[in-house]
Nanobody, 122 residues
Framework: VQLQASGGGLVQVGDSLRLSCAASGRSFSGHIMAWFRQAPGKQRELVAGITSGGNTKYKDSVEGRFTISRDNAKNTMYLQMDSLKPEDTAVYYC?????????????????WGQGTQVTVSS
């Protein structure tokens, strides 16, 4: 079972990026999928999560700028990030949980991708 995150990079303030998370080894269509991020010296935090039915939850500071989505047929999840700010700079991780709702704690997620760096330069 693997999650592969991709799409990170170095961008300017106000730019956009689209992260992808491809799952392999099993179907994740019934699982919660989520994006976390971790900046240097800070704890890993939930950015956005999505249920199998498409219900979403966002960190307050990204609400309205980020959009999480999933394509169960392709076993892939996305995070569209618009109007990026320097404080969005972090390593972004995708994760999956068998829970029925999006949970904030990273310890409750069983599967993790390797992380992709997002750097927003001012």
């Amino acid at each position: 079972v693997q999650l592969q995150a991709s799409g990170g990079g170095l961008v300017q303030v106000g730019d956009s990026l689209r992260l992808s998370c491809a799952a392999s080894g099993r179907s994740f269509s019934g699982h919660i999928m989520a994006w976390f991020r971790q900046a240097p010296g800070k704890q890993r935090e939930l950015v956005a999560g999505i249920t199998s039915g498409g219900n979403t939850k966002y960190k307050d500071s990204v609400e309205g700028r980020f959009t999480i989505s999933r394509d169960n047929a392709k076993n892939t999840m996305y995070l569209q990030m618009d109007s990026l700010k320097p404080e969005d700079t972090a390593v972004y991780y995708c994760a999956s949980s068998r829970s029925t709702r999006v949970l904030n704690s990273p310890t409750l997620y069983s599967y993790w991708g390797q992380g992709t760096q997002v750097t927003v330069s001012s």
